[in-house]
């Protein structure tokens, strides 16, 4: 088993019985449900709309070298410098050379997951730079120096006499129980920020290959204003986040919202199409956008899961995983948690380390039924356990599928067994839950089925007689 | 090699096999139509549904501001507006004010009689947060989800509708449209060959739900959104 199995097993098995954490988690995704579902039924034909949704982005992916020559082309006429990341290093050594090249000290940044994927914030305070994170729930998890539990909600594991305390313990504030008043607490630390810092730092939820735009979804304002204020706004992101036209946001904003939220709309869809241009008041004077692989081709070049890269990072098919919601998100020990991040994970760090998350799940299909862009996530991770044993076979496994095709083939074999099995299980309760029971791994947790007392051709026998 | 043509190159090469299209079992065809262009054209079909008249689609934008908490008032005359103006000013004691100059705001602001910090060309942004409300036009109104179309050249840059604690928005009627695809089309009709270099649809007030997922306004931008449409 790798270390990261072995890290996942020990805490899946922790928080499943943490009975505190299950119940924060169903209270929390409860109301998210009831208004998800409230918004969906408002669609004319949310089917259809998932549909248009999954072609627009195949069309997307499938082309992709096309659509993301078109969007630094027009991104850059417009002033803008784009660069080009094979893998994380490479992409913080860019922003690194960036911030250098600028002298700056103090960086704002709104939420960015592929900043979490690339270990950013560590690379740049390992630089000497003060990084404050404005997205209220990443603040507080980089208050707690933990990572995001959700890639939606990234402090959905936490009450509010928890942030409180952080609070009291962080930033000496007074104690409270008003989720507005600890709002206001953050608002205000953080205000002053954004007019400081010398640079602002954001990810793209779309890239706008026909207009040279990025699109940054967000509800609380942090995210404009980090791309308002400061001097230099540098926006990092996958090459995976294009769209060919700008009129696809019609669909895919709407559906972002109901999918990851049950929101009708975000609170700001806010597209950025460049610097300040001539005639503009305010706004970055530079706007650096950093393009990330990480082995996003490695997914590519697989044809029958490339569309996990249509991926919006809605996070429906978090909230509706019943592994997820009994495991929690920090189990996973992913940048992306649940099913998404169970099928994409392996792509991007390695099958052998990491195929023991397509075994954590039901395969109820929950998450497939809940995704927007109707990626197959379910049959995705029965193929990463198929491509798992291909890649590196297991030879007792291998045996005794051998033996048991053997066997199954021939009839008067399968009696006998079945005759053996009849008597065994008389002796079995002796060693029932021992460990001298071959059947220990199941008999832990769940009762043996009882092989019953005539098999289907003794009684078809007994029946013609 | 550049890293732009490694990757490109990367691209291209795990292209070459061809991927299905997902929910189709016939791979020569996409079901709503020959291609993807084709598909997007259905868009509007799908998605919530908004009345033809003019009085649904004002209920429609009513229903959706009460929801998400913003401030919608369809007003008489240019009167009408100033005089709700001044009462919200009188209400939360604003000292000063930002805006841009434009028609309606010029106007509206005139009548306010109060110190009047500009957007249009570059200001100190310390300022603009000691601003007790900033006061700007819009690019449209969105009926199907309650939103206000903004960007940098029709609302004053793009910070004056998000930092001060108090947005208002000044509108006029016939920039009520039905849905997003609309509002998408608007875009492309009237700045198509000239983006603004920020763009963007204000759905409510700044909120967050980061905290259990309770219901907090004003997270980092305004806490309260008015629209004052005549």
Known sequence: MSAAAEQFKHDAERLTRDLRHRSLIQTALKKYEAARDAKKSRYRDWQSARQTAAEIK??????????????VGKIEARGTKVHWASNGEQARQIILGIIGEKKARSIIKSKVMTGEEIHLNEALEKAGLIVVESDFGEYIVQLRHEA?????????HLVRGEISELFQKELGSKPTDEPEELMMIARQVLRGKYITADIGIS???FAIAETGM?????????????????????????????????????????????????QALTGYNSFYGGPRQPGESDGPLEFHVVLLDNKRTHLLADPEQRDALHCIRCGACLNVCPIYRNVGGHSYGTTYQGPIGSVITPHLRGLQNWKHLSYASSLCGACTEACPVKIDLHHHLLQSRRNAIAQRPIWWERFAFKGF??????????????????????????????RFDPARAWTRSRELPVIAGQTFREFWRSRRR | MSERESI???IREALHVPAPVPGVHDHN?????????????????WLPAVGDSFEERVELFRANAAELKADFRLLGDARELEAQLRALATAESWKTIASHSGEMTDRACAALALPRLATDQSYDANELERCDAGISECDALVAQTGSVLVSSRSAGGRALSVLPPHH??????????????????LLKSKYGSNYPSFISFITGPSRTGDIERILVLGAHGPRRLTILCV
């Open chain 2, 29 to 45: 065809r996409l079901a709503h139509g020959a291609s993807e262009a084709e598909a997007a054209k259905h868009i509007p079909e």
């Open chain 1, 214 to 262: 990025i699109s940054i979804t967000e509800n609380e304002g942090n995210a404009r204003l980090t791309c308002a204020l400061p001097k230099v706004h540098i926006a990092l992101m996958g090459i995976e986040k294009v769209l060919p036209k700008l009129e696809d946001l019609a669909l895919f904003l709407p559906m972002l919202a109901t999918a990851g939220a049950g």
């Open chain 1, 148 to 156: 995001p539990y959700h890639f939606v909600f990234p402090a959905m």
């Open chain 1, 405 to 434: 095709g053997f066997l199954m083939n021939r009839p008067a074999l399968v009696a006998i067994a079945s005759k053996l099995g009849r008597m065994a299980q008389i002796f079995h309760p002796l060693v029932k839950g021992t």
């Open chain 1, 203 to 205: 990810g793209a939820n």
């Open chain 2, 168 to 185: 208002v928005v000044l509108a006029r009627r016939e920039q009520l449209l039905a849905d997003l695809p609309a509002a998408f089309a």
């Open chain 1, 58 to 71: 195949w069309d997307a992916i499938n082309h992709l070298d096309k659509y993301l020559e078109e969007f």
């Open chain 2, 8 to 10: 490109l190159g990367r």
